[in-house]
């Protein structure tokens, strides 16, 4: 179910669980901004989600709330994450959905890092 974006952030949601290590992940990157980890439902060959450390609900709320610092270490740990998975020469998508209309259904940022194979049209309706 879509999260409200309006809501406050609710650290019970999964990725901050994750976050504190409370459930596991198949990690792939992570330094002081930023954790990146392979989607428990990949919908494409590679599929993985980087998240910000700190409590972020969305896109929205981190492009105007977090500091300059948090952001710009943010963007690199996803260009890094796409280079060190060798995505960058054929291609990859990057994808953050916001709020109901974007289907967002985890309440913390995260950025999906699809690549691996040609990733057809960029939506289907
Ligand atoms: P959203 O729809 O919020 O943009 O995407 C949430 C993503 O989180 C989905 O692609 C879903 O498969 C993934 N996901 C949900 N729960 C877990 C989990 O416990 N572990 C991992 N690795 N991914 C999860």
Same mark, same amino acid.
């Given at each position: ?30 330094? /002081?901004? #930023?954790?990146a980890f392979h989607d428990?439902?990949?919908? +494409?060959?590679?599929?993985? *989600? $980087? ?18 610092? /948090?952001? #710009? ?5 996803v260009g890094h994450v +796409?280079?060190?998975?060798? *995505? $960058? ?37």
């Amino acid at each position: 179910m879509p999260i409200d974006p309006t809501l406050p952030y609710d650290d019970s949601n999964i990725f901050a669980k994750i976050l504190r290590r409370e459930i596991p992940c198949n990690a792939v990157y992570e330094d /002081e901004h #930023a954790l990146a980890f392979h989607d428990i439902a990949p919908q +494409a060959p590679v599929h993985i *989600l $980087v998240i910000p450390k700190k409590a972020y609900v969305s896109w929205d709320d981190f492009s105007a709330n977090g500091s300059a610092e /948090e952001i #710009a270490g943010f963007v690199r740990a996803v260009g890094h994450v +796409a280079r060190e998975q060798g *995505l $960058v020469v054929r291609g990859y998508r990057l994808l953050a959905n916001v709020g109901r209309n974007g289907g967002q259904e985890v309440p913390h940022l995260h950025v999906h890092l699809f690549g691996g194979g040609p990733l057809g049209p960029m939506l289907t309706r």
